[in-house]
């Protein structure tokens, strides 16, 4: 969340009566950080569990050093403390030790050697993983502000909310995400999951993870990429192997085309709507923004941040700014009627 948003939103609730609350737009936003999704502290994947077994490393070392140090410190402080009856007078003053001089140079030499060594076995581990035949292929792009997944092997595009199948330990079938930029740095990370990766404009990056255990699991841009950078989240559904078939002939779909909405369609169809986003079966065939095929199917919209509500949809098409300072989607300026129209037509593209 941008500094001015959070500002304003807890000016906000200083206004409000009772309990302080966010609002109801910002209930995915709210719900992440309630439930501090964000942790190394429960790997559910390969990846993850080896760099919690580094982190535990670290943690374990750094925590001695403070020990040491912080024990020295304190024996000093009470054992030359100052007493009545102490002279004024400076101590004698002592210089070279060669022997503290050797262990105060050995020794974070040695430390840092430890630890380079296993950041280098985990690297190894992690990167050097053949990939299998089964493995789920994956494109992930970073878009200001948004994740764009694409499924090449299953003719599928979506955007912000990932779906993978969970992995077998007997037989495991890992999804294997080829990232890349279309724009700044950005950088994916699910903690949980995997380690961070960047994504880089012209440059193909690849990561890949094998959770077992079904479930929503969320995550964060990790590299400032602009404004709303702290609002660009990111979801991933574990699915059963057998949901995730269901979710992959859902995608493979054409856009519903409902009668009842067809002058929602047609008000889409003429405006800029169809410069940004693709609506499979439609004339739409943008590429800057999200695919709109299946918006309804989403449980967010803007990134994970905003419930998918046609509430909000509706407030989100009318001025994207004013849920979302700083996204790149203009303003569209349309008549309640019209509005109410394009709304009604999203809310049937499951």
Aim: charged residues 15%; contains cysteine.
């Amino acid at each position: 969340m941008g500094f001015t948003e959070v500002l304003n939103v807890y000016v906000a609730m200083g206004s409000q009566p009772g309990p302080l609350r966010l609002p109801l737009h910002l209930a995915p936003l709210a719900a992440a950080i309630a439930g501090e999704p964000t942790t190394i502290f429960s790997p559910q994947a390969t990846p993850a569990h080896t760099i919690f077994g580094l982190s535990l490393l670290v943690m374990a070392i750094v925590t001695g050093i403070f020990l040491v140090v912080g024990g020295l410190l304190l024996y000093a402080l009470v054992r030359f403390r100052s007493r009545p009856g102490d002279s004024a007078a400076e101590p004698q003053q002592i210089y070279g030790s060669n022997q503290i001089e050797v262990l105060w140079t050995v020794i974070p030499i040695l430390i840092l050697v430890v630890l380079f060594l296993a950041t280098i076995r985990v690297i190894s581990e992690t990167e050097s993983v053949r990939k299998p035949a089964g493995a789920l292929d994956v494109v992930v792009i970073g878009h200001q502000y948004w994740w764009e997944y694409r499924y090449p092997k299953l003719g599928i595009v979506t955007a912000n909310e990932l779906h993978i199948p969970a992995s077998d330990p007997k037989a495991p079938i890992p999804t294997y995400m080829t990232m890349t930029s279309a724009d700044v740095d950005h950088s994916f990370w699910v903690p949980k999951l995997a380690g961070k990766m960047d994504l880089i404009p012209n440059k193909v990056n690849v990561m890949w993870m094998d959770p077992a255990k079904p479930g929503l699991y969320l995550g964060q841009c990790a590299q400032y990429c602009g404004m709303e950078h702290a609002m660009m989240l990111i979801r991933v559904y574990v699915d059963t192997p057998e949901q995730f078939a269901q979710w992959v002939a859902r995608q493979q779909q054409p856009a519903v085309d409902a009668p009842a909405a067809a002058q929602g369609k047609e008000v889409f169809l003429h405006t800029a709507c169809v410069n940004c986003h693709t609506v499979n079966g439609t004339e739409a065939k943008g590429k800057f923004g999200p695919d709109l095929t299946h918006l309804a199917s989403r449980e967010t919209i803007a990134s994970g941040t905003i419930q998918n509500t046609p509430q909000n949809l509706r407030a989100w098409i009318d001025n994207p700014d004013d849920m979302k300072m700083g996204s790149l989607m203009p303003r569209m300026n349309l008549n309640n009627h019209d509005l109410d129209a394009i709304t009604a037509y999203m809310a049937t593209l499951r």
